[in-house]
């Protein structure tokens, strides 16, 4: 397949981009892009599941979480170094998705959605019923000096950019190449005509569970790095906020898109930025600006633009 | 001589309509068996039965001797049992060429452009990779459709009503292509069209009513006085 070089090129043209924009953004707007390059990452995860696979999760703020207690605890209690703190929050994340894709995927649809928000309004209210060994609601600072990686001071601008955009590289190239992957065609199946998957000899049950896991690893992930590189852990991240907002992410930019989830980040999150800069109401701006998606490009900018011509976009 | 695939007693109701009603069965290596019966007779559901699509009430299923009765249809799959479905079941929104694709990688296939192509072009659908498979013509999607289980590269091949919506050349070309898979393949057709049917089976057994009406080969159907009765001659239609 000769296409393959395109898609290639665009990513890593979006990589080299925003690898030079940290040199032309002042310093706000670099710690914003440093944010909206760490979401992705959850979004991403999420788009491996509910964009490809078809598994619409009400609950992957617990993935989040899950990863962002599985690093940030180890720190707090056990005075753990960064990387195997980062290295069990990925784990975490996993290892949750694992747990609850288990009980979960033996329902489908609506019942899906609502038994995935009860896992994560269950884990929510677990971190704050252990509240003298998670922080409760206050959370807990990441201490600084586990915020160092090899000499790196995470906590300091350019190094917090660096590690995100690395993180974000990372896990983009993999998402690429995973939905590229013959396992990617098996999850787009599985999406697409589950019965008919069935009767090509793939295991349903097998493969939304594995695509569900991959998905908990991005958002583990995601969370661990976020509460590294920004210093704080707190149950907020665990609420069900956190769950629809990778979902509006993927829908903004396309679902089943590679770049669709950083694109749909990048907009909400200084969509939501700007608006709040007007109104208090600004999350009366983010629902106006999902139902004219909704109503005038279900499929998101991403998806839009694939269908209108872009056949080789991933 | 042992069957490649043996059900017996196969039941399955669906309230009180008696769909497939104790029916034992025998599948020989490398025979083209062909299903008939009216509308409504159980054939869809029958094999169905076999293929693992729906669960089995009473009786027992055998593949090589082995009981697969309460193996998951996807199992069922990687042991050479291939499905394609009366309705047809594709990807619509995915290329032809990932349609088959799925069936070929499913199999274990090295080399999936080659076994994709190759699949296609059995089918007449070669140049078709491309396209979505939303957009083929219905006899095109039904031939798709056969293409994917081609590309399972299955020991027993069930097709449910292939040449439904094919034209006549296409149907000719279908012919050839399932005489040329036996014996290596056997054949599992449901079929209304009895030219076909009498052009191709070496063995034929008519279901009415959920049961066995007879079985055997074609000239002794054909001149089976209860199936002429129930079937061949009760003015029912041989559509397609
Ligand atoms: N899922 C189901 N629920 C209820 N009834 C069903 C179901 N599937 C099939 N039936 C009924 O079982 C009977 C047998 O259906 P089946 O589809 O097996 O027949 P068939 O021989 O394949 O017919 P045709 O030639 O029209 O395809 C029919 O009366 C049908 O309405
Ligand atoms: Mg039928």
Aim: hydrophobic share 50%; net charge neutral; aromatic share 10%.
């Amino acid at each position: 397949m000769s296409l393959s070089a395109k898609p290639l090129a665009l990513h890593l043209g979006l990589i080299a981009v925003l690898f030079a924009a940290q040199f032309m953004l002042p310093s706000y707007h670099a710690t914003n892009v440093s944010r909206i390059m760490v979401l992705s990452v959850f979004a991403m995860g999420y788009n491996i599941a509910f964009g490809y696979t078809g598994l619409l999760s009400l609950g992957h703020a617990l993935f989040f979480a899950a990863g962002m207690y599985g690093m940030g605890l180890p720190i707090w209690t056990l005075g753990w170094a960064p990387v195997p703190a980062l290295i069990a929050g990925l784990v975490a994340g996993g290892a949750l998705a694992g747990l609850v894709g288990l009980l979960a995927l033996r329902t489908a649809g609506v019942s899906f959605m609502i038994v995935t928000l009860m896992f994560a309004q269950a884990g929510y209210l677990t971190l704050l019923y252990l509240n003298t060994h998670t922080g409760g609601d206050e959370g807990f600072v990441v201490d600084s000096a586990a915020r160092m990686i090899a000499g790196f001071d995470l906590s300091t601008d350019t190094p917090r950019y660096m590690a995100a955009l690395i993180l974000f590289a990372i896990a983009m190239l993999i998402c690429l190449w995973l939905v590229r992957s013959p396992f990617g065609r098996v999850m787009v199946a599985m999406r697409e005509n589950e019965e008919r998957s069935r009767m090509l000899g793939y295991n349903p049950f097998r493969v939304k569970l594995t695509a569900l896991v991959i998905s908990g690893l991005y958002a583990g992930m995601a969370g661990a790095a976020y509460g590294m590189l920004f210093g704080y852990v707190g149950a907020t991240f665990a609420t069900i906020q956190y769950s629809i907002l990778p979902m509006l992410y993927v829908l903004l930019g396309g679902a089943g898109t590679v770049i669709g989830p950083f694109l749909g980040a990048l907009l909400m999150f200084y969509l939501i930025d700007i608006a709040s800069g007007y109104t208090t109401a600004y999350l009366f701006v983010v629902g106006a600006a999902l139902v004219v998606l909704v109503l005038f490009a279900p499929k998101g900018i991403l998806g839009t633009i694939r269908e209108r011509g872009l056949k080789w976009l991933p | 001589m042992a069957a490649l695939m043996e059900a017996k007693g196969l039941t399955r109701h669906f309230g009180g309509l008696r769909a497939v009603d104790g029916v034992d069965f025998r599948l020989q290596q490398g025979e083209i068996h062909a299903l008939i019966g009216p509308n409504g007779a159980g054939k869809t559901t029958f094999v169905s039965l076999l293929s693992g699509r729906i669960p089995v009430q009473s009786g027992t299923i055998t593949l090589a001797d082995e009981d697969i009765t309460r193996l998951p249809a996807h199992a069922r799959v990687k042991k050479g049992i291939a499905y394609t479905f009366q309705i047809t079941s594709v990807y619509p929104r995915l290329t032809v060429f990932d349609n088959v694709a799925l069936a070929a990688q499913s199999a274990g296939a090295l080399g999936l452009e080659a076994q994709v192509a190759a699949a296609l072009a059995q089918v007449n659908l070669a140049g078709f990779g491309g396209e979505l498979a939303g957009n083929l013509s219905y006899g095109h999607q039904r031939l798709l459709e056969v293409a994917m289980g081609l590309a399972l590269k299955p020991r027993i091949l069930i097709l449910d009503e292939p040449t439904q919506g094919l034209a006549a050349g296409e149907i000719e070309g279908f012919k050839t292509l399932v005489r040329s898979l036996v014996p290596a393949t056997t054949v599992l057709l449901i079929e209304h069209n009895m030219d076909v049917v009498m052009d191709l089976a070496t063995q034929i057994t008519v279901l009415n009513f959920g049961k066995v009406l007879a079985t055997g080969a074609p000239d002794a159907i054909r001149s089976n006085p209860e199936v002429q009765n129930a079937y061949l001659g009760g003015g029912d239609d041989a559509e397609g």
